[in-house]
T-cell receptor
Framework: KNEVEQSPQNLTAQEGEFITINCSYS?????LHWLQQHPGGGIVSLFM???GKKKHGRLIATINIQEKHSSLHITASHPRDSAVYICAVGTGNQFYFGTGTSLTVIP | DTAVSQTPKYLVTQMGNDKSIKCEQNLGHDTMYWYKQDSKKFLKIMFSYNNKELIINETVPNRFSPKSPDKAHLNLHINSLELGDSAVYFCASSQDRAGTRSTNEQFFGPGTRLTVL
């Protein structure tokens, strides 16, 4: 069983829709990361969280340490948001990745 | 200027060969990483170096050896390449050690697609 589970695995949305991607983890963590991998392969770090909530433009990330759960929300989704979103957790010297959520936003 | 650069971008080689992938970061970060992304797009950490010292060494074959000549560079040497080594390898860097509570957003290189024939 993977230490980090994401859902859904694949997601198709219409432009403008509100999107939520979920991440659950089973280990004690010191930080959780949300990464975005574009169709061309490049990886960008979106957020690093250890508590609460962060917002950057149309993206919002939340984390509940007690429930070991994080969500990534995209408001007013756009085709350029189409990418794979990866949740990763750091536990001291270890680092674990989810399998990613492939998002396609249709115009 | 590119923050984290990797060379080469593509590498095609025969089984049994020895190859290296280079990584350089110009961000002044203390920690650098190597990740492997397999054909199913699953990312896995391989190594992490903090100030030229190894701090994470996941269960990878000892055919893989990281070399950090200085804290701005972390090169990956692979000996006796096997078919299963075919993957995309990403280098990354962060200001502080992975998993700590300090600011450690990671910056990724563009990746090196290795194909072993």
């Amino acid at each position: 069983k993977n230490e980090v589970e994401q859902s859904p695995q694949n997601l198709t949305a219409q432009e403008g829709e509100f999107i939520t991607i979920n991440c659950s983890y089973s280990v004690g963590i010191s930080a959780l990361h949300w990464l975005q991998q574009h169709p061309g392969g490049g990886i960008v770090s979106l957020f690093m969280l250890s508590s609460g909530k962060k917002k950057h433009g149309r993206l919002i990330a939340t984390i509940n340490i007690q429930e070991k759960h994080s969500s990534l929300h995209i408001t007013a989704s756009h085709p350029r948001d189409s990418a794979v979103y990866i949740c990763a957790v750091g536990t001291g010297n270890q680092f674990y990745f989810g399998t990613g959520t492939s998002l396609t936003v249709i115009p | 200027d590119t923050a984290v650069s990797q060379t080469p971008k593509y590498l095609v080689t025969q089984m049994g060969n020895d190859k290296s992938i280079k990584c350089e970061q110009n961000l002044g970060h203390d920690t650098m990483y190597w990740y492997k992304q397999d054909s199913k797009k699953f990312l896995k950490i391989m190594f992490s170096y903090n100030n030229k010292e190894l701090i994470i060494n996941e269960t990878v074959p000892n055919r893989f050896s990281p070399k950090s000549p200085d804290k701005a560079h972390l090169n990956l040497h692979i000996n006796s390449l096997e078919l299963g080594d075919s993957a995309v390898y990403f280098c990354a860097s962060s200001q502080d050690r992975a998993g700590t509570r300090s600011t450690n957003e990671q910056f990724f290189g563009p990746g090196t697609r290795l194909t072993v024939l």
